[in-house]
């Protein structure tokens, strides 16, 4: 039975969810530290499916796990719940103030004025663009090379992104880029999980630490980088067929557009999250297909019996049923976002506990989606569970790009992207996982591997 949320608490209500033991000042900050992944899990898998944390005073979080109230919550945002980064300067020195991170009036208008440069028939037209970058890039790959599949697939969706985004070709400034990013997300991986950041953040003045300082430096690369494209741009407007066209032009109903700071934090927003994530997912895939030889078959299987000889094309994407269940798999065992979180504006109820206007909800992609009450065999992959499963799963149980309102914007981007770069590496190459190669897991804004993952190229030979 699917819960209720309720604006004013009923006075029969209990009033604290059960939670792990904290401990003075730091809360549950070490244990979450150590292994957040784990951490949320052990948690959710214990004390049930809303559980009190403490990362510092004065505020409670709750990690929230039944895909219904899930649901609510998310649903919700904008009314009861906000997104609550505004707050967090370590998010808002990655995206600025733009769609993932802005509120209210404000974020609405925004999502207005980028809301048509992802509309379907627009994003399709970026399909021949993902094709011929993904064949530049396999086009320099020989048979029994090593490669690190990680970096390829970030250079790719960068590449890609780049040129949907901008219709710039980003190649002299791959590296920087490139590099700009990996510190940043090191960097951020390192601060989110350290205790001593933590502590420093009670203080009543900012202290900037030499993790935090690497940070802003690799921040201030890409700005750059952006800020130099746009400056260009306004130079030489019109429309060129590119989101950044779409974005400039965009005009409220009173005739206003984006501001050149609103445009750079917007397009921040989405070149990094348009590549960070899909890469991410790419890269987790090809790490579980090493594992698995016989999908391996069958999605090769697939490929051959759509696309034959020839390249694929949007209209073979429909007919790529099992591509996609390798994907969503993929997606359900390593989301590309891991965790997202929400504030109550007010105080509301929530599965019989009031909670206090100001918290925290925790809401854990990577706990919910290996829950064994939804998913058979949760720890396993296990593409074909797609060609059914569906039906029954709570919607919410699934949720890679988030929902609701504040629903992914480039979802189907994403999809579409990765549909077409699996299908064009398998049709021609396998990936053979290289011996005794451990793979580490790296949980900051988004999931990826901490360091690189290595694989052996193999020509296909039927």
Known sequence: MQQTIYKNPSPQIKTEPPGPPTMPIVGNMI???????????????????????????????????????????LVQTGRRFAKGYQGDRLITVFLGNGLVTSEGDFWRRQRRLAQPAFHRKRITGYAEVMVAYTHRMVDKWRNGQVRDIHSEMLYLTQAIVSKTLFDADMQENAKTVGDALEAAIMEYGKLMTSVF?????????????????????AMQDIDNVVEQIVEERRKAPGDRGDLLSMLMEARDEDGTGMTDQQLRDEVKTLFLAGHETTSNTLTWTFHLLMQHPDIVQKLEAEVDQVLGDRTVTLADLEQLTYTRHVLDESMR?????????????????????????????????????????????????????????????????????????????????????????????????????LPKQEVALQPAITLSPKGSLYARILTRTT
């Open 31 to 73: 244990d979450f530290g150590r292994n957040p992944l784990g951490f949320y899990t052990y948690c959710a898998r214990t004390y049930g499916d809303v559980v009190r944390l403490q990362f510092g005073s004065g505020q409670s979080s709750y990690l929230i796990s039944n895909p219904h109230t899930i649901e609510e919550v």
């Open 197 to 217: 950041h933590h502590v420093l953040s009670f203080l009543p003045f900012q202290i900037t630490t030499p993790t935090e300082q690497r940070l802003l430096e």
């Open 333 to 433: 065992l390593y989301p590309p976002v891991w965790a997202i979180s929400r504030q109550a504006t007010e105080d509301v109820e929530i599965e019989g506990y009031t909670i206090p206007a100001g918290s925290v909800l925790q809401m854990s992609q990577w706990t919910v989606h290996r829950d064994p009450r939804y998913f058979d065999d949760p720890e396993a992959f296990i593409p074909e569970r797609w060609e059914t499963i569906r039906a029954d799963l709570p919607k919410y149980a699934y949720f890679p790009f988030g929902g609701g309102p504040r629903l992914c914007i480039g979802n189907n981007f994403a999809l579409m992207e990765a549909t077409i770069i699996l299908a064009s590496i398998v049709q021609h190459y396998q990936l053979e996982a």
